[in-house]
Every structure is written in structure tokens, then in C-alpha cells.
């Protein structure tokens, strides 16, 4: 399954690559990518787990950017 989210309080690119290079390492992920500019979460998961996948990326986020939020 593959969807699209908006990004708040995105503040550098560097957390951007952090974040994207973190989530990938993720188990179920196939893919993900974060865009500072569009601030943009795009990742492709495995669709029986998605939603147990998305709690992950929320706080694999968080601990890269603690102000950063995750617009479902």
C-alpha cells in the first residue's frame, strides 16, 4: 500500500534524510521517502501491517524531530 502524508514542523533537510534513511530501515517497509520542500512523507508498506507500521514511523520521526508531526 502506498500513501502519501503531510509533514508539520519539518525544519531541515538533514532531518528529512534522517527520517527517510530511519523509516527505510523499518520492517514491512518496501519504501519511503521525505520531502522538505513538498513536506511530504510518501512510503510504500506492507498492506496487512500498514497501520502497525505507521505507529513506528510516527515515532521513528519524533525521535529525529520532536516537534515534527505526521498529518493522517
Known amino acids: 500500500m502506498k ?6 514542523d519539518l525544519d531541515c533537510a538533514n532531518c528529512a534524510a534522517k527520517m ?8 514491512g517497509v518496501n519504501s519511503a521517502t521525505v520531502s522538505f520542500m513538498t513536506q511530504k512523507l510518501t512510503i510504500d508498506a506492507d498492506d496487512s501491517r500498514f497501520d502497525k507500521i505507521m505507529k513506528q514511523v510516527v515515532k521513528t520521526i519524533s525521535k529525529v524531530e520532536p516537534d515534527c508531526e505526521v498529518i493522517m
Open 3 to 8: 500513501k502519501v502524508y503531510d509533514l508539520q
Open 20 to 27: 527517510e534513511a530511519a523509516i527505510n530501515k523499518l520492517d
